[in-house]
C-alpha cells in the first residue's frame, strides 16, 4: 500500500491596506536625502517618500495646511497657527454651530476666519486623521481633572 507523504502548505499573509506599487525614477540626491532622513526617523525610504506625497498633494489640495512633527507625532497645521485638531476641538467646543461658530473660533483664537475655514475645509476630507487627536486631548483632560480632584479630595 502506497502512502502519500505529508504536504504542507506555506501562507504568508501580509496587510497592506489599499497600498499598490509604484516606481519611480528620483534623482540621486533626492534619495540621498530619503536616506539620511530614513537614517534619523526610523522610517524606509520608500515610507518616508509615500509620506511626502501624500502630504504634498494634501498641502497643495489645502493651501495654508502644513506638517510637523512633535512628541506624540506627526500632524496636520495651520501654516501660522495651531494643529487642524485644536481648531476642530474650538469649533466643538463652541457649542455654536456654521458661521457662528467658525466666526466664534476665529476670534477667540486670533486666526482669520479664512484660517479657521481652512482647517475644517482640511478635518472635512480626512476627519479620520483629526478625530483621534481631539479625543486623545479630551480624554488627556478628563484624566488630568479627575486627579486634581483626588487630590483636592486628599486635601480637604
Do not use: C, K
Not at 482640511?122 to 486623521?129: I, K, L
Amino acid at each position: 500500500m502506497l502512502r502519500s507523504a505529508p504536504t504542507s502548505t506555506r501562507v504568508t499573509l501580509s496587510y497592506m491596506p489599499r497600498s499598490r506599487q509604484f516606481s519611480a525614477r528620483l534623482d540621486s540626491s533626492v534619495v540621498d536625502r530619503l536616506e539620511r532622513r530614513g537614517a534619523r526617523t526610523g522610517l524606509n525610504r520608500s515610507r518616508l517618500a509615500e509620506r511626502y506625497l501624500d502630504e504634498g498633494m494634501r498641502m497643495e489640495d489645502h493651501p495654508g495646511i502644513v506638517f510637523r512633527d512633535g512628541p506624540v507625532g506627526r500632524r496636520a497645521g495651520l501654516a501660522r497657527g495651531p494643529d487642524v485638531w485644536e481648531v476642530i476641538a474650538a469649533i466643538r467646543a463652541s457649542g455654536l454651530e456654521g458661521e457662528a461658530a467658525l466666526a466664534s473660533v476665529a476670534q477667540w483664537t486670533s486666526l482669520s476666519l479664512a484660517e479657521v475655514r481652512t482647517a475644517t475645509r482640511y478635518y472635512a476630507e480626512f476627519p479620520d486623521d483629526i478625530d483621534p487627536w481631539v479625543r486623545r486631548n479630551l480624554e488627556e483632560a478628563d484624566e488630568d481633572e479627575e486627579r486634581w480632584r483626588r487630590e483636592q479630595n486628599a486635601l480637604a
